[in-house]
């Protein structure tokens, strides 16, 4: 048994190793993609990158750290390093004075409020679409795929004060978004 | 005198990321605080009709085979031969991934359902005026719900017990119709939800039996006779221990 033959065996079980353990978050990390580009054609360049990288990285990837969050941070940087990804960040200035937010409640009816009864889901779906990228990454990966703000810290390499304050910054967003939409609907 | 409560602090208590004594003096808070309690309803409703934006897109089965090759075990195939020492190790290896994979679906699902109830409850327990029928009298109640559900149900008798009765009213778990029952314990409030076991395409709620804690609710939950109950609320477990007795008692 040569050392050479003993590391493609090595490296045998750690391709099957990985594909058990990434395959599953297939579906997930593809739908966070479509959602992060707009177009399903970017998004299928964007997974396939992401598991290549990680595939790649997988041997640097210590075990009982998570793989999903790992696997998340990866497709977000190799987004953001894309050409959609470049033109979102021109585009997409994002004042993100990282203190905390001390936005009280509001206490009207607001508009959107009513929107967000009717649970109209058409409308709530074009409106996390219009948003910036940071504001629509942070509400789909705790809402959507409902991590916590600990494994959004490390998606976002971002303190999980600064998801805090970053959320609540992006749903803002998003319902005075809506709430724009409702007026137009009015008109 | 106006609320002053942090709105970042409610999204955070339903994200389920603030400690627990801040959890308890908040839900404290919301009995007593219509706007923040609107506002937990708004902000419920939001993540409920956001939910299913997780499978808005789903990968083609081609494209799922073009990743899977391009990671997977191409080599394996091409030196199978000289791999034959390895098809036991992989194949005990995979028995257990798919064992981890469907374990990991069964309580993702029924974690999903346990999110859904509990939304319910917290949407009842913000909601000013949460109930369609409003009633101390289960003579009253249970008939409310006959023809706007599917199924029917007893309730125990209430009275001289330490609990109240205060109404009910028809809500959707996993998209079917269910029946919530709402029951006053002391200044506690404690959901009841009943929904049929098995839809017309015959899929089984998963659940495990027993009380469980979520999202620092106690929850109880059992099937009896195609129903599956949910018994939910911050009440002591002994409480919804009992009550969730009392309606097993009369649903045998």
């Known amino acids: 048994m040569n050392s050479r033959w003993v590391a493609a065996r090595k490296e045998e079980m750690n391709r099957a190793f990985f594909e058990q353990l990434a395959m599953p978050l297939f579906d997930q990390l593809y739908n966070h993609a479509c959602w992060l580009t707009g177009h399903r054609a970017d998004a299928e360049d964007l997974v396939q990158e992401t598991y290549a990288k990680a595939l790649k990285g997988f041997a640097s990837f210590s075990e009982g750290t998570n793989l999903r969050a790992w696997m998340f941070r990866i497709l977000r940087n190799t987004f953001l390093n894309s050409r959609s990804g470049l033109a979102a960040q021109m585009t997409d200035f994002l004042e993100d004075c990282e203190g905390s937010v001390e936005e009280a409640v509001s206490h009207e009816i607001t508009p959107e409020r009513i929107l967000i009864r009717t649970e109209n889901q058409e409308a709530i779906f074009a409106a996390l679409e219009s948003l910036p990228v940071p504001h629509r990454e942070v509400i789909l990966l705790c809402d959507v795929d409902e991590m916590s703000y600990r494994e959004i810290a490390h998606v976002l390499d971002v303190p999980v004060g600064t998801v805090m304050s970053r959320l609540s910054r992006a749903r803002a967003s998003?319902?005075?978004?809506?709430?724009?939409?409702?007026?137009?609907?009015v008109k | 005198m106006p609320c002053t409560q942090d709105r970042a602090m409610l999204e955070a208590y339903l994200d389920s990321e603030i400690a627990e004594d801040q959890e308890r003096a908040l839900q404290q808070h919301l009995r007593?605080?219509?706007?923040?309690?609107?506002?937990?309803?708004?902000?419920?409703?939001?993540?409920?009709?956001?939910?299913?934006?997780?499978?808005?897109?789903?990968?083609s089965d081609k494209f799922r085979q073009k990743v899977r090759s391009q990671i997977g075990t191409q080599i394996s195939m091409r030196r199978g031969l000289r791999m034959n020492w390895l098809w036991p190790v992989t194949t005990a290896m995979l028995a257990v991934m798919i064992v981890a994979v469907v374990w990991t679906r069964q309580s993702a699902l029924r974690s999903e359902t346990f999110r859904e109830v509990t939304d319910l409850h917290i949407s009842d327990l913000a909601s000013a005026n949460p109930y369609d029928v409003v009633s101390s009298d289960?003579?009253?109640?249970?008939?409310?719900?006959?023809?706007?559900?599917?199924?029917?149900?007893?309730?125990?008798?209430?009275?001289?017990s330490e609990f109240t009765l205060?109404?009910?009213?028809?809500?959707?778990?996993?998209?079917?119709?269910?029946?919530?029952?709402?029951?006053?314990?002391?200044?506690?409030?404690?959901?009841?939800?009943?929904?049929?076991?098995?839809?017309?395409?015959?899929?089984?709620?998963?659940?495990?039996?027993?009380?469980?804690?979520?999202?620092?609710?106690?929850?109880?939950?059992?099937?009896?006779?195609?129903?599956?109950?949910?018994?939910?609320?911050?009440?002591?477990?002994?409480?919804?221990?009992?009550?969730?007795?009392?309606?097993?008692?009369?649903?045998?």
């Not at chain 2, 609107?38 to 299913?52: D, G, H, K, Y």
């Not at chain 2, 409310?144 to 149900?153: E, L, S």
């Not at chain 2, 129903?227 to 002591?236: K, M, N, Q, T």
Request: glycine content about 10%.
């Open chain 2, 166 to 252: 205060l109404g009910g009213r028809v809500v959707y778990v996993h998209q079917q119709p269910a029946a919530q029952v709402v029951v006053a314990a002391g200044r506690h409030r404690i959901s009841v939800l009943i929904v049929q076991e098995s839809s017309a395409t015959g899929t089984v709620i998963p659940l495990s039996e027993g009380v469980a804690v979520r999202d620092s609710f106690n929850v109880e939950t059992w099937g009896r006779n195609g129903l599956r109950f949910y018994v939910i609320g911050d009440a002591d477990q002994g409480a919804i221990h009992r009550l969730a007795g009392a309606l097993q008692g009369v649903n045998g």
């Open chain 2, 138 to 160: 289960r003579h009253t109640v249970k008939p409310w719900f006959q023809g706007r559900i599917p199924f029917a149900f007893n309730l125990p008798e209430f009275g001289g």
């Open chain 2, 32 to 59: 007593t605080c219509p706007d923040c309690a609107a506002e937990i309803a708004a902000m419920v409703s939001l993540r409920r009709t956001m939910r299913p934006a997780a499978s808005r897109f789903m990968p």
């Open chain 1, 174 to 185: 998003l319902r005075s978004a809506l709430g724009a939409k409702l007026k137009e609907e």
